[in-house]
């Protein structure tokens, strides 16, 4: 069974999560119980990357139901094909990241009708270990809390997945958020270990910043 981790620094710690986190715990323990961490190997050495200042912007466009801190160094673009489809809303973004051929998938479903909430949870998992299970190392789902007491799970997946760092955020009755981080190359985590360590900080000040509308 996975052991759960704190995600967000030390430098921001979280509140304790109320009923929704421990409904959203109780589904991760039930659906990582088949899963196990592996051990990290020896870090192998990297050509040097000149990483940009850690500088934030404001995304707050009218007519969004959300608004959140990202990167100067990054853009955003609005989302018009998901797998070949249209996206159900207009409010799906992708965050570019040029300098190091990345992109933030953003997505965002209003709770109600055929989005049901435990279904739109079930989903965040499903799309965290159904599709990267056959090549992870481990996959570890931490409960999280913002500072605004927006609740989530954050998926750290080891191996040469496609996405090593995922989550989503909602407050259980209106809002889900889901967001990815992948990159244009080959999925290699050796090399792209310590470019997601750096990417991984620029997705914590996202969702430490995140706020509903």
Same mark, same amino acid.
């Given at each position: 069974?996975?052991?759960?981790?704190?995600?967000?620094?030390?430098?921001?710690?979280?509140?304790?999560?109320?009923?929704?986190?421990?409904?959203?715990?109780?589904?991760? +323990?039930?659906? $990582?119980?088949?899963?196990?961490? !592996?051990?990290?190997?020896? %870090?192998?050495?990297? &050509?040097?990357?000149?990483? #940009?200042?850690?500088?934030?912007?404001?995304?707050?466009?009218?007519? +969004?139901?959300? $608004?959140?801190?990202?990167?100067? !160094?990054?853009?955003?673009? %609005?989302?018009?094909? &998901?797998?070949?489809?249209? #996206?159900?809303?207009?409010?799906?973004?992708?965050?570019?990241?040029?300098?190091?051929?990345?992109?933030?998938?953003?997505? !965002?479903?209003?709770?109600?009708?055929?989005?049901? &909430?435990?279904?739109?949870?079930?989903?965040?998992?499903?799309?965290?270990?159904?599709?990267?299970?056959?090549?992870?190392?481990?996959?570890?789902?931490?409960?999280?809390?913002?500072?605004?007491g927006i609740e989530g799970i954050y998926f750290s997946l080891g191996g040469n997945t496609a996405t090593a760092n995922q989550f989503f955020l909602?407050?259980?009755?209106?809002?889900?958020?889901?967001?990815?981080?992948?990159?244009?190359?080959?999925?290699n985590s050796d090399s792209l270990e310590i470019v997601n360590a750096f990417l991984k900080k620029d997705l914590l000040h996202l969702i430490n910043?995140?706020?509903?509308?």
């Amino acid at each position: 069974m996975l052991r759960k981790k704190q995600v967000i620094d030390r430098s921001s710690q979280l509140p304790t999560a109320g009923c929704l986190l421990l409904c959203l715990s109780s589904i991760a +323990y039930c659906l $990582s119980a088949c899963n196990s961490d !592996y051990s990290v190997g020896k %870090k192998k050495g990297y &050509f040097r990357i000149e990483f #940009p200042e850690k500088k934030y912007q404001l995304f707050d466009q009218p007519g +969004y139901p959300y $608004s959140f801190e990202y990167p100067v !160094y990054a853009s955003i673009i %609005k989302d018009t094909t &998901f797998f070949e489809d249209k #996206p159900e809303n207009p409010w799906w973004i992708n965050i570019e990241i040029p300098h190091f051929n990345g992109r933030i998938y953003i997505s !965002y479903k209003e709770i109600g009708g055929k989005n049901k &909430f435990d279904s739109l949870v079930n989903d965040g998992f499903k799309m965290a270990y159904k599709q990267h299970v056959d090549v992870s190392t481990g996959i570890v789902d931490s409960p999280m809390v913002t500072p605004s007491g927006i609740e989530g799970i954050y998926f750290s997946l080891g191996g040469n997945t496609a996405t090593a760092n995922q989550f989503f955020l909602t407050d259980s009755t209106k809002h889900f958020l889901r967001g990815a981080l992948y990159f244009d190359a080959t999925p290699n985590s050796d090399s792209l270990e310590i470019v997601n360590a750096f990417l991984k900080k620029d997705l914590l000040h996202l969702i430490n910043t995140l706020k509903w509308k």
